[in-house]
């Protein structure tokens, strides 16, 4: 824990990207959570558009950090983990608070992962860590690509684990990720992250 | 220098520019939005740097016409967010209906969409007769296009699913007529509309008014802009007067959220105190 601090950079901001078969694996992954945390997540889910999404209180029942919808020009505070609403898309400012907008949809996508990713490694250069999930469009891809040009870290599920493979392989074509890992073992290897506490 | 950072730079030098040659003012817009648009606008003017975008923007006031539907964003529908509109026919109608005459305010109307639902939802009621609608934007092009009041016919399924959602009480139909391509709307709606050029950035108040609706317009500011337009929003309305904010937008993080009470929270609208 002390030697991987001092080699690789302190991550401070997690953006996560999943679409089809995303809602279980990102459920999978927020259970996993410590209670307290020096860092926080923001996170895209593509789901249909029109419809009110509860996705932040589901996901709070079973994580032991503060899940909530992201909200327009909210700072964003550590061991919170924000979630896109249905139908905007979520950015990150340089000032370290989100921005919302509606503007026209990405790869058919809003929220889309790309902007997320992209304007996240503005914010957060080699601080940040891009997760791509289960997905069958290829959202993502070009914005971890992005993540790994500000000198963030880039991880992958591994296509083989993933309920729809579509995207996480677009990703790793694209981005070269440093890790390609099992659900089971990004879930884990998240957790380590997301230990770091500072006081 | 990394290329990402030296952007941001030149972004700014940009703004800076814009506001000196131009007096349109972006520069306390959302940074993270404004960069992807200004990278559409390189790849549309064949720019391979902001710097070289900026030398054609000021030196030519027709590249900076156009320049304007890049720094200002335009997605719009009829009765947007339906629940909206239902709840100020429900919740703030019967309010307006007190005065002898009413004057609302539709802050950064982009193309008019909105400026027309309300005018059709105030026929319903009633009182479109006895009340003044401003319009305001700062994109003459949007101006002329809201003046207009005529939309893509393929627009028209979406516009009236939202208008008998939002409580219309006959049909969408009855206020447009259709050429091959567009709908035409009513132009006796429009007899109730001053359109004009405002900036919420630059501009001061220029009228008491009753009602001030803005929507998806501040998400694009950052918190001092959104501090200001929300200030000019209070000095504008009378004492309990409403505004109504997108869906996803709040006083919350400005200046003013101790000024307003949530008359409406699920559809972001206030009451001034």
């Known amino acids: 824990m002390t030697r991987e601090s001092t080699a690789a950079p302190v991550v401070k901001f ?39 999404s509860q996705l932040a209180e589901l996901f709070g029942q079973r994580c032991a950090l503060l899940v909530k919808e992201a909200e327009d020009k909210e700072m964003i505070a550590p061991g919170t983990v924000y979630i896109a609403p249905p139908n905007y898309h979520l950015l990150v400012e340089p000032d370290g608070s989100f921005s919302l907008s509606v503007e026209d949809a990405v790869l058919y996508s809003r929220p889309s992962i790309d902007l997320l990713f992209e304007s996240a490694a503005y914010a957060f250069g080699e601080n940040l860590l891009g997760i791509v999930l289960t997905g069958a469009s290829s959202d993502g891809a070009q914005g971890l690509s992005r993540v790994r040009q500000h000198g963030g870290q880039a991880w992958v599920q591994d296509p083989a684990t993933a309920r729809a493979r579509t995207m996480p392989q677009a990703a790793i074509d694209l981005a070269r990720p440093q890790r390609v890992l099992a659900l089971a073992q990004l879930v884990s290897d998240l957790k380590d992250v997301m230990t770091r506490i500072e006081r | 220098m990394q290329a990402h950072a030296l952007f941001d730079i030149e972004l700014k030098l940009l703004l800076e520019g814009v506001f000196q040659q131009y007096q349109h003012d972006f520069r306390n817009y959302s940074v993270a939005s404004m960069r992807r648009r200004i990278q559409h606008a390189m790849e549309r003017f064949e720019c391979e740097t902001v710097s070289q975008l900026q030398s054609k923007v000021l030196h030519d006031p027709a590249v900076f016409a156009q320049m304007l539907q890049f720094f200002t964003v335009q997605v719009s529908e009829m009765f947007r967010d339906p629940s909206y509109f239902k709840a100020l026919r429900e919740r703030v109608i019967p309010v307006l209906r007190t005065y002898a005459s009413i004057k609302i305010w539709v802050a950064g109307c982009s193309s008019g969409e909105e400026v027309w639902s309300l ?88 009228s008491e008014v009753h009602l001030v609706s803005c929507r998806n317009v501040l998400i694009y500011f950052n918190r001092d802009l959104q501090d200001r337009a929300t200030k000019l929003f209070h000095d504008a309305l009378v004492r309990k007067g409403f505004l109504g904010l997108g869906a996803k937008e709040s006083l919350r993080f400005t200046a003013m959220a101790d000024h307003f009470e949530e008359l409406v929270p699920a559809d972001k609208i206030y009451q001034r105190l």
């Open chain 1, 14 to 52: 997690v953006a996560i990207g999943a679409s089809a078969g995303g809602v279980e694996a990102v459920g999978q992954l927020l259970q996993a959570m410590p209670a307290d945390s020096s860092v926080a997540i923001g996170m895209v889910l593509h789901v249909p558009p029109d419809r009110p």
């Open chain 2, 119 to 206: 005018a059709i939802l105030l026929r319903e009621e009633g009182l479109l007769e006895r009340t003044l609608i401003y319009a305001t934007d700062i994109n003459p092009v949007a101006l002329q296009l809201a003046e207009g009041g005529i939309y893509d016919i393929e627009r028209i399924a979406t516009f009236s699913r939202n208008y008998l959602a939002a409580g219309g009480t006959a049909s969408l139909a009855d206020y447009y007529t259709s050429s091959t391509h567009d709908a035409i709307f009513d132009r006796s709606l429009r007899q109730h509309v001053v359109f004009a050029d405002h900036s919420l950035a630059t501009d001061s108040v220029f």
